[in-house]
């Protein structure tokens, strides 16, 4: 509680920084010292007080800047805030299932206050006071799940299931790894991930849906995934690709411990209660080389999973032409002693 | 020219199967270019007074009058010629807004002309996997820009430049059926200018 | 823990609907509020009958909406296991359950232009709960098709004719009035969708008349609860945790997996959701499948089995629990 929040950008002068205690609570993902696709789901209920898994919908000191942020990618493409017709309903659910989770894990920052169909929301970090009918959209500023999610660090996919499916039929994708909602939207599960080298041969998806597909009222689940950005940029959209892919090229040996970022997306997965839907929030934290290695265990880890990862991932993760640097960086803090099991960085 | 066949792809990147008669109360074929022949040769295997429940949109675009006369013998109940997909596609809306569960669609010829009358479909509530489609024909696609959201018709090299803001893009295999049209991407974002030499698409 | 999440209960109504249906009315024993769900979800109910665990699922028929309780209603089995007599002569007002948080597996397609829906007795239980939905949306343009044995055996017939005089028909088989089928699948608006649930010879009746009629596979759902089939008592070694089990005519395999002690995954217990498939390692003799989820070459390879409700009949069985 008591979060400062900072006073940052994403883009331009790029003065996005992690304070101690974010870097402490970034979300490393490896759990030992190599790294291989699997399903890794776990269910999603609070480890660690003060960790990013503590609550539902983490909030952290970078929550006001990453809401501007996300307006000023709206602002250029409304395209990437979609939802098909048939949705509407899954996007109250979003809505209530985050308004009540904030105002009773951050009862400081947010309030929630309903009487029959009419609430009351208050969000105090971005000066928002609302009172609207609960299913009825014509008194919001935006669609329910457009509304709730410029409120809400990282996207979200909202997906309806039918056919032993899921359809990515509606979606606030603004802090993406390289994905677009405009083409993706009204895919299936293995049709958005058909791009993603080696886990279809693996059965992963296959066995991921299946794991998803179960997941009910009440017990929602989570995973980690990676890859790596140049700048802590939040939106590096195949949309901006032509912008920001020549920012690759940008690293030096001598600038690659600050410009070079790992990139966590925290992923959860919750059954939506009216639409029979699911969501899939994905939540991107960010973190400098130099942030991480401040830490010897995620330092010698990370080092010796970048070095061991497949070319093929490499190359689909968009980091394969700067590897050799990055090693080269990553090796200095690498004495070749033994790491403790586990992600978390004291233990 | 026979059916056309693709090397094994993505998950998202669409399959073609072979035009077969099935049961329904009514028929909608929907065709360009080669694909008229997929409906000659359905038309074979077809029961006996299909084609008076049938309805035919065809496209000839460079065939000219090659399938005219023989598609024209199927006697089918309503049957339409035009010149382009933008020319058809009211008609097209038109049927399907009124049609019945019980419909059956068929759709052959290029990979643009099945993608665009799918969408229509799709739309209304048919569901993609009872569509049936046979590839015939060019192997072009059809593309969208990724960064401009433009769409060029009949890229058959890769890369091409997009129609709309110029941009040299690479061809990938990830396919909407929503915008029915395959994702262009930037070939040299990280390296500009470097663009790599033109493939003929196969 | 296997199985969806559990809520402490209290049975606060307990109403004769007709001579063969029950309704049972249930409000949280803490006091607070029943999770919203969507329309045709179910719940599975445990009992505790003299001794053996039973766990039923029955559809939710109230209003997705309305969080102070849950109803279901219970049409009694003379015939069947128990589960169904249990909840007839022993469930009175007052008592303390548990039941589950609501699962669905026969959800509406959201996008459907139209919905049509075929019940046919106890099978209109999910309906009512996605009929209240539609109307409550103000977007369902649906259709009902009831079909029961006798008026009076017509749960619910007479409110659902009150509330929509133009979406509901109904048909007595006692005065040889049947569902106008063919006629029905005809001029439906593309985008239509239907709904099955009732007696296996209604839903294959219906399915199959559509199919030929050319109705897409896509728009056709359907939902039948089996319950678990007495059989021949047989034995069954548990490679995992190294037990050899006997499964009781009147006992289920999964339920005696349970009653040896063994916390074995399910969902809805009634061969639908998938949940509870497992890995047969051995087998010598014959498979009785009774399941909606494996497919017909799962069935026949004798590698898979789902022990909610299908059994088996023969030398050993070995099996990956």
């Given at each position: 509680?008591?979060?400062?929040?900072?006073?940052?950008?994403?883009?331009?002068d790029?003065?996005?920084?992690?304070?101690?205690?974010?870097?402490?609570?970034?979300?490393?993902?490896?759990?030992?010292?190599?790294?291989?696709?699997?399903?890794?789901?776990?269910?999603?209920?609070?480890?660690?007080?003060?960790?990013?898994?503590?609550?539902?919908?983490?909030?952290?000191?970078?929550?006001?800047?990453?809401?501007?942020?996300?307006?000023?990618?709206?602002?250029?493409?409304?395209?990437?805030?979609?939802?098909?017709?048939?949705?509407?309903?899954?996007?109250?659910?979003?809505?209530?299932?985050?308004?009540?989770?904030?105002?009773?894990?951050?009862?400081?920052?947010?309030?929630?206050?309903?009487?029959?169909?009419?609430?009351?929301?208050?969000?105090?970090?971005?000066?928002?006071?609302?009172?609207?009918?609960?299913?009825?959209?014509?008194?919001?500023?935006?669609?329910?799940?457009?509304?709730?999610?410029?409120q809400t660090?990282?996207?979200?996919?909202?997906?309806?299931?039918?056919e032993?499916?899921?359809?990515?039929?509606?979606?606030?994708?603004?802090?993406?790894?390289?994905?677009?909602?405009?083409?993706?939207?009204?895919?299936?599960?293995?049709?958005?991930?058909?791009?993603?080298?080696?886990?279809?041969?693996?059965?992963?998806?296959?066995?991921?849906?299946?794991?998803?597909?179960?997941?009910q009222?009440?017990?929602?689940?989570?995973?980690?995934?990676?890859?790596?950005?140049?700048?802590?940029?939040?939106?590096?959209?195949?949309?901006?690709?032509?912008?920001?892919?020549?920012?690759?090229?940008?690293?030096?040996?001598?600038?690659?411990?600050?410009?070079?970022?790992?990139?966590?997306?925290?992923?959860?997965f919750?059954?939506?209660?009216?639409?029979?839907?699911?969501?899939?929030?994905?939540?991107?934290?960010l973190?400098?080389?130099?942030?991480?290695?401040?830490?010897?265990?995620?330092?010698?880890?990370?080092?010796?999973?970048?070095?061991?990862l497949?070319?093929?991932?490499?190359?689909?993760?968009?980091?394969?032409?700067?590897?050799?640097?990055?090693?080269d960086?990553?090796?200095?803090?690498?004495?070749?002693?033994?790491t403790?099991?586990?992600?978390?960085?004291?233990? | 020219?026979?059916?056309?066949?693709?090397?094994?792809?993505?998950?998202?990147?669409?399959?073609?199967?072979?035009?077969?008669?099935?049961?329904?109360?009514?028929?909608?074929?929907?065709a360009?270019?080669?694909?008229?022949?997929?409906?000659?040769?359905?038309?074979?295997?077809?029961?006996?007074?299909?084609?008076?429940?049938?309805?035919?949109?065809?496209?000839?675009?460079?065939?000219?009058?090659?399938?005219?006369?023989?598609?024209?013998?199927?006697?089918?109940?309503?049957?339409?010629?035009?010149?382009?997909?933008?020319?058809?596609?009211?008609?097209?809306?038109?049927v399907?807004?009124?049609?019945?569960?019980?419909?059956?669609?068929?759709?052959?010829?290029?990979?643009?002309?099945?993608?665009?009358?799918?969408?229509?479909a799709?739309?209304?509530?048919?569901?993609?996997?009872?569509?049936?489609?046979?590839?015939?024909?060019?192997?072009?696609?059809?593309?969208?820009?990724?960064?401009?959201k433009?769409?060029?018709?009949?890229?058959?090299?890769?890369?091409?430049?997009?129609?709309h803001?110029?941009?040299?893009?690479?061809?990938?295999?990830?396919?909407?059926?929503?915008l029915?049209?395959?994702?262009?991407?930037?070939?040299?974002a990280?390296d500009?200018?470097?663009?790599?030499?033109?493939?003929?698409?196969? | 823990?296997?199985?969806?999440?559990?809520?402490?209960?209290?049975?606060?109504?307990?109403?004769?609907?007709?001579?063969l249906?029950?309704?049972?009315?249930?409000?949280?024993?803490?006091?607070?509020?029943?999770?919203?769900?969507?329309?045709?979800?179910?719940?599975?109910?445990?009992?505790?009958?003299?001794?053996?665990?039973?766990?039923?699922?029955?559809?939710?028929?109230s209003?997705?909406?309305?969080?102070?309780?849950?109803?279901?209603?219970?049409?009694?089995?003379?015939?069947?296991?128990?589960?169904?007599?249990?909840?007839?002569?022993?469930?009175k007002?007052?008592?303390?359950m548990?039941?589950?948080?609501?699962?669905?597996?026969?959800?509406?397609?959201?996008?459907?232009?139209?919905?049509?829906?075929?019940?046919?007795?106890?099978?209109?239980?999910?309906?009512?709960?996605?009929?209240?939905?539609?109307?409550?949306?103000?977007?369902?343009?649906?259709?009902?098709?009831?079909?029961?044995?006798?008026a009076s055996?017509?749960?619910?017939?007479?409110?659902?004719?009150?509330?929509?005089?133009?979406?509901?028909?109904?048909?007595?088989?006692?005065?040889?009035?049947?569902?106008?089928?063919?006629?029905?699948?005809?001029?439906?608006?593309?985008?239509?969708?239907?709904?099955?649930?009732?007696?296996?010879?209604?839903?294959?009746?219906?399915?199959?008349?559509?199919?030929?009629?050319?109705?897409?596979?896509?728009?056709?759902?359907?939902?039948e609860?089996?319950?678990?089939?007495?059989?021949?008592?047989?034995?069954?070694?548990?490679?995992?945790?190294?037990?050899?089990?006997?499964?009781?005519?009147?006992?289920?395999?999964?339920?005696?997996?349970?009653?040896?002690?063994?916390?074995?995954?399910?969902?809805?217990?009634?061969?639908?959701?998938?949940?509870?498939?497992?890995?047969?390692?051995?087998?010598?003799?014959?498979?009785?499948?009774?399941?909606?989820?494996?497919?017909?070459?799962?069935?026949?390879?004798?590698?898979?089995?789902?022990?909610?409700?299908?059994?088996?009949?023969?030398?050993?069985?070995?099996?990956d629990?």
């Amino acid at each position: 509680m008591g979060i400062e929040f900072n006073k940052e950008t994403y883009r331009g002068d790029y003065t996005f920084t992690n304070s101690p205690t974010a870097i402490k609570r970034f979300p490393f993902p490896f759990d030992k010292d190599s790294y291989m696709y699997a399903v890794n789901m776990e269910p999603h209920t609070p480890v660690r007080e003060g960790s990013v898994y503590y609550n539902s919908f983490d909030v952290d000191e970078h929550y006001v800047s990453e809401m501007a942020d996300r307006a000023m990618v709206l602002d250029e493409d409304p395209l990437r805030c979609q939802s098909l017709p048939h949705m509407e309903l899954a996007g109250w659910d979003l809505l209530e299932l985050i308004m009540a989770a904030k105002a009773k894990d951050y009862p400081d920052l947010f309030k929630l206050t309903c009487d029959g169909d009419k609430w009351h929301w208050v969000n105090k970090p971005l000066g928002i006071d609302e009172t609207f009918t609960f299913m009825d959209a014509s008194t919001l500023p935006y669609g329910p799940m457009e509304y709730i999610t410029r409120q809400t660090q990282g996207d979200f996919c909202l997906l309806d299931q039918r056919e032993e499916n899921l359809w990515m039929d509606a979606g606030m994708i603004t802090t993406q790894a390289d994905w677009s909602l405009d083409f993706d939207i009204g895919m299936n599960f293995f049709e958005w991930h058909a791009p993603v080298p080696l886990a279809h041969e693996k059965g992963i998806f296959i066995r991921a849906l299946k794991f998803l597909l179960n997941i009910q009222q009440g017990a929602p689940a989570r995973r980690l995934n990676w890859t790596m950005t140049v700048n802590p940029l939040l939106d590096t959209s195949p949309e901006n690709y032509h912008k920001w892919g020549i920012q690759k090229t940008t690293l030096t040996p001598e600038n690659v411990g600050s410009k070079q970022y790992l990139r966590v997306e925290l992923q959860s997965f919750f059954r939506l209660p009216r639409s029979n839907g699911m969501v899939f929030p994905i939540r991107c934290y960010l973190i400098k080389l130099e942030d991480l290695v401040t830490y010897p265990k995620w330092a010698r880890r990370f080092h010796r999973v970048i070095r061991d990862l497949p070319v093929e991932l490499a190359t689909y993760k968009g980091f394969i032409d700067n590897r050799p640097m990055i090693l080269d960086y990553l090796a200095q803090f690498d004495d070749g002693a033994e790491t403790s099991p586990g992600v978390w960085p004291e233990d | 020219m026979p059916k056309t066949k693709f090397e094994p792809s993505i998950i998202s990147r669409p399959v073609y199967g072979e035009l077969k008669p099935k049961n329904g109360k009514s028929h909608l074929l929907i065709a360009d270019v080669e694909g008229a022949q997929a409906i000659l040769d359905l038309a074979k295997k077809a029961p006996t007074g299909f084609f008076n429940q049938a309805h035919i949109i065809y496209i000839p675009r460079h065939t000219g009058e090659t399938y005219l006369a023989k598609l024209q013998k199927l006697n089918a109940k309503q049957h339409y010629v035009g010149p382009s997909f933008g020319a058809a596609q009211q008609r097209i809306q038109r049927v399907l807004s009124d049609a019945h569960n019980g419909l059956q669609i068929y759709l052959a010829g290029s990979e643009g002309l099945i993608g665009q009358a799918m969408r229509e479909a799709i739309g209304l509530g048919f569901p993609h996997q009872a569509i049936q489609t046979e590839h015939r024909g060019s192997k072009a696609r059809r593309m969208q820009c990724v960064h401009c959201k433009g769409v060029t018709e009949d890229v058959s090299t890769d890369p091409f430049e997009c129609s709309h803001c110029g941009l040299s893009l690479f061809v990938r295999d990830h396919y909407s059926r929503r915008l029915a049209a395959f994702q262009g991407v930037c070939v040299d974002a990280e390296d500009p200018g470097n663009v790599p030499d033109k493939m003929e698409i196969t | 823990m296997a199985g969806a999440a559990k809520i402490s209960v209290k049975v606060i109504d307990v109403v004769e609907v007709n001579e063969l249906v029950k309704r049972f009315k249930f409000e949280r024993t803490d006091g607070g509020l029943m999770p919203t769900f969507s329309g045709g979800a179910h719940t599975v109910v445990e009992m505790n009958d003299q001794g053996t665990r039973r766990l039923n699922p029955y559809s939710l028929m109230s209003s997705p909406t309305d969080r102070s309780a849950y109803t279901i209603s219970v049409r009694r089995d003379d015939e069947g296991r128990g589960g169904s007599l249990y909840l007839h002569n022993h469930v009175k007002p007052g008592m303390e359950m548990t039941i589950s948080n609501p699962v669905n597996l026969f959800s509406l397609d959201l996008r459907a232009r139209k919905h049509i829906f075929f019940a046919g007795g106890i099978g209109i239980t999910p309906f009512l709960s996605q009929i209240k939905q539609l109307s409550a949306a103000n977007n369902g343009h649906f259709e009902l098709h009831y079909a029961v044995r006798t008026a009076s055996l017509g749960s619910y017939a007479d409110e659902l004719l009150e509330h929509f005089p133009n979406n509901v028909d109904v048909y007595h088989d006692d005065k040889d009035q049947q569902i106008p089928l063919d006629k029905l699948l005809e001029g439906q608006p593309l985008g239509t969708h239907i709904y099955v649930c009732g007696p296996k010879g209604m839903i294959n009746w219906i399915l199959s008349g559509a199919r030929k009629a050319g109705w897409p596979e896509q728009a056709l759902h359907y939902e039948e609860f089996l319950a678990p089939e007495p059989g021949k008592a047989f034995d069954v070694e548990l490679a995992v945790t190294g037990k050899t089990i006997h499964v009781k005519e009147q006992q289920s395999l999964l339920e005696a997996i349970e009653a040896a002690g063994v916390d074995a995954p399910y969902l809805c217990r009634g061969g639908a959701c998938g949940m509870c498939e497992t890995q047969v390692i051995r087998s010598e003799g014959d498979f009785i499948h009774n399941d909606h989820w494996l497919t017909d070459e799962e069935h026949a390879s004798g590698e898979k089995i789902m022990p909610c409700v299908s059994r088996f009949d023969g030398k050993s069985l070995v099996l990956d629990r």
